[in-house]
């Protein structure tokens, strides 16, 4: 099934998450027009979503009213590489390092004053997909709502 228009798609496969990666970067491109020819896909499974919910820092997510929350998935680079690239605002931008993600965290009162849209003029910002804490926790909602593919 598909959550919101932001390429999010929870799908039931015995295949690995590379290979699956690799089939639907290779049909993209064949199936619609794309601004860009280089497609990158982050698939996941319900276990690697499951940690990146579980894993989050304490209070992450919790106070929607005052901050907003992403988590920053990361393509085939660690969060260590990247983490000095956010360079956060002090008092306005908070980011954590976790497996295989950043987690971000803006005052949305101060949002405007936020560094977060810095990286998307660096290289590895292709390397990267951002969906908000609302989205993410509604994800492993659905994935968990499905039964687990056959082993």
């Known amino acids: 099934s598909t959550y919101i228009a932001s390429g ?3 799908l039931e496969s015995d295949k690995g998450t590379e290979e699956i990666s690799t089939l639907i970067e290779k049909v993209l491109p064949e199936s619609f027009v794309l601004e860009d020819e ?4 982050l698939v996941l499974t319900r276990e690697q979503l499951r940690a990146v919910v579980d894993n989050k820092p304490p209070g992450f997510g919790e106070q929607p009213e005052t901050y907003h929350s992403d988590a920053i998935f990361l393509i085939g680079i660690d969060a260590a590489q990247v983490i000095p690239r956010f360079s956060p605002r002090e008092g306005v931008d908070t980011v954590w390092p976790g497996d295989g993600v950043v987690y971000s965290q803006r005052l949305s009162a101060q949002r405007t004053k936020s560094r977060l849209n810095k990286i998307m003029a660096a290289p590895e910002y292709k390397l990267m997909t951002i969906r908000n804490w609302n989205t993410t ?8 709502s499905s039964p687990p593919p056959p082993r």
């Open 8 to 10: 999010n798609v929870v």
């Open 38 to 41: 280089l497609i990158r896909v």
């Open 137 to 144: 926790t509604r994800l492993l909602e659905i994935a968990d």
